[in-house]
């Protein structure tokens, strides 16, 4: 098995794609320039290249010549190329260029790990036998890329025993790759809440209905889901968002119209079923009680990331052959983000697993914040694993 050693010759390339899709970051369905980059680098290690998969995936197959009897097995390997809509605030030489867009997850150094790994496995095609697909995909951030993808025949077109994705973790040991046994990730789920009323003076407020106190014993009353309709010994999460009532110019006036909107998370389908009824139900009730109106709705978004036994073990395997049995990270304890891997896994077994990034260079530099940013240092470790990874599934 390839140690992160082994592929230190190819780390200033990863770098340097690295910092390139940093400094031009894109969002979702709209990564032309990091699918185009992709493209060329897969197609100059003579690999099969396929475009416009959800728009702008990119997905590259490479057939392995190991082994005497040849193999029939595929795998899939996916990374993720969107970047977030917020404004990037760490000075580095290669920081965003485009206004408004930042990799403030990681994306960049999980498209440069994966492009790193298809490069040294075309140049050792007899380390192992079957047929690996690199899966590039697109608009992982909250847009449902992974869901795209399936349903446009990801996995018709390109079939697959197994499916793999990988994310960098901060305040993990610098390397360690952690395997969940099952749960990875928790469902990513919206809700929103609009509570319309009578207006009126602030000075008067009898003769007005008063959405705004409402929406606020509404979100108070959300908080009791959780404590008190979910099993101590399950979880779950409902957070409020974002808030919208009134102008700032008029503090004398009770608006009529409020609207709230937040997240709500969750590991299993009972929890998660539990939310989508409870979160309108007190919206209605609230209403009733001061008599508004209020129109309330629960989206299903990301499910939650469920890793399946079989590929657990083989992924176990492969960060043990690849960083040793003291940097593999058996059953970390599952977070709640959401990932839209989980609908690859829905689609077909897989694992997802945890690449250790250390702490953060900046004190607030974790995921979603402007002042994160990929650890380099890491490159070589994620690539080593993917291409482990491949030689444990298809040797």
């Not at 709705?297 to 003291?326: F, K, M, S």
Request: glycine share 10%.
């Amino acid at each position: 098995m390839p140690s992160p050693d082994d592929l230190d010759a190819l780390v200033p390339a990863m770098t340097a794609w690295r910092r390139d899709i940093h400094a031009h970051p894109e969002l979702g369905f709209e990564e032309r320039r990091t699918a185009a980059l992709v493209a060329e680098e897969l197609r100059a290690a003579g690999i099969e290249v396929a475009e416009g998969l959800a728009t702008t995936g990119v997905v590259g197959t490479l057939r392995g010549r190991g082994g005497s009897g040849g193999g029939n097995r595929a795998i899939g390997l996916r990374a993720d190329m969107d970047a977030l809509a917020m404004a990037e605030v760490t000075g580095l030489p290669y920081a965003s260029t485009v206004p408004g867009k930042m990799h403030a997850c990681g994306h960049d150094g999980h498209t440069a790990m994966l492009l790193g790994a298809a490069k040294w496995l075309a140049a050792n095609p007899d380390r192992f036998s079957g047929t690996v697909h690199f899966i590039f995909q697109p608009a992982e951030e909250s847009l449902g890329g992974a869901d795209v993808m399936v349903k446009e025949g990801l996995f018709d077109r390109f079939p697959v025993d197994a499916v793999y994705g990988m994310h960098n973790m901060l305040d993990q040991e610098l390397g360690s790759i952690a395997v969940p046994k099952d749960r990875a990730l928790a469902s990513s789920d919206t809700w929103e809440a609009t509570f319309t009323g009578k207006g009126g003076h602030g000075a008067r407020p009898h003769l007005a209905t008063d959405a705004p106190l409402a929406a606020a014993q509404f979100i108070t009353a959300l908080h009791s889901i959780v404590a008190r309709q979910v099993d101590p010994l399950q979880s779950a999460v409902v957070s409020v968002g974002h808030i919208a009532a009134g102008d700032a110019k008029a503090p004398n006036v009770i608006p009529s119209k409020v609207f709230v909107n937040g997240t709500a998370r969750a590991f299993r389908p009972e929890e998660r079923a539990m939310l989508a009824e409870r979160i309108p139900a007190i919206a209605r009730s609230i209403a009733a009680t001061f008599g508004v109106e209020v129109e309330a709705r629960y989206h299903h978004r990301t499910p939650p990331t469920i890793n399946h036994a079989e590929q657990v073990q083989v992924a176990l395997r492969a960060a043990a052959a690849t960083v040793g049995p003291d940097a593999t990270i058996d059953d970390p304890e599952p977070i709640t983000p959401g990932e839209d891997f989980a609908f690859m896994l829905n689609a077909r077994p897989g694992a997802y697993v945890f690449l250790g990034m250390g702490p953060p260079a900046h004190p607030e530099g974790y995921q979603h914040n402007p002042h994160y940013d990929f650890n380099d240092a890491v490159l070589k470790h994620g690539a080593a694993f993917w291409c482990s990874l491949v030689e444990t599934e298809l040797s």
